[in-house]
């Protein structure tokens, strides 16, 4: 019986665990250039603690545990804002920007103008080129950026927003404001990498998909917590009544 109850929390661990997934997927509906994550559980079969020596051996216990949380790379819908500051980027490369806990990745293409001249993000960190930081005079008028990246004013071309790609994207890890960080190094994405100007990319989350799901994992997660529940009830009526038998 104890056994049923460990297994019925790591069902309970594992249902808690997409419930919170879920719930920060749906906070950023509205996120631009957000990417959701779903969850991946696998089984695992206790190996110890069994009898095997019996006429029918006990049988391995199977818990559920939490295997991963992979991004969802998905293209995001592209939405026209007409701002020339706005890109949108096609495909899975990301912009690639300095933070001041280093180089940080995202999907985020709303940029903005600081007072230095630099080209940042709304949280005011700057957008790398292939030299570095984009800067813009402040006579400089007409600034336009380009499909491959190229940003221009009326003085001439003043870089090339850098876009980057990773041999495994499942290894970003969140790190905050909408940015990634990679123990790996980036790959520059090359010439097939896009981007649309003038345009955002827009949360890849779908709000009636995550929301029914999220009531499908509540109803489950209720459903063994109330069987947890009536197990641990019975045990306490079985060692209550062995208890009684002894004392008769």
Do not use: C, W
């Amino acid at each position: 019986m104890q056994n049923s109850q460990l297994i019925g929390l790591s069902a309970q661990m594992a249902l808690s665990r997409e419930l919170e997934v879920i719930a920060n997927n749906m906070a950023n509906v509205t996120t631009t250039g957000f990417k959701a994550r779903n969850t991946r559980f696998q089984e695992y079969l206790m190996p110890k603690a069994s009898a095997e020596s019996f006429q029918r051996p006990d049988r391995k216990l199977s818990y559920v545990i939490d295997a991963a949380t992979p991004l969802d790379l998905a293209q995001g819908p592209v939405e026209t804002t007409g701002n020339p500051l706005n890109v949108a980027v096609r495909g899975e490369a990301f912009l690639a920007v300095q933070t001041p806990q280093g180089e940080r990745y995202t999907r985020n293409g709303a940029f903005e103008m600081n007072p230095q001249g630099q080209i940042v993000t709304s949280d005011g960190h700057p957008v790398l080129g292939d030299g570095g930081p984009i800067q813009i005079g402040q006579q400089e008028t007409g600034l336009t950026i380009g499909p491959d990246g190229t940003v221009s004013t009326n003085q001439g071309t003043r870089g090339k927003i850098r876009l980057v790609t990773f041999a495994d994207p499942q290894g970003l890890t969140n790190a905050g404001a909408n940015l990634y960080a990679s123990n790996a190094p980036p790959q520059a994405a090359g010439p097939q990498a896009r981007v649309v100007p003038g345009a955002l990319e827009r949360s890849n989350v779908q709000p009636v998909l995550a929301m029914t799901r999220m009531l499908e994992v509540s109803r489950v997660y209720q459903l063994v917590s109330d069987t947890v529940s009536r197990l641990d009830s019975l045990r306490g009526t079985a060692i209550q009544r062995l208890a009684d038998v002894g004392n008769a």
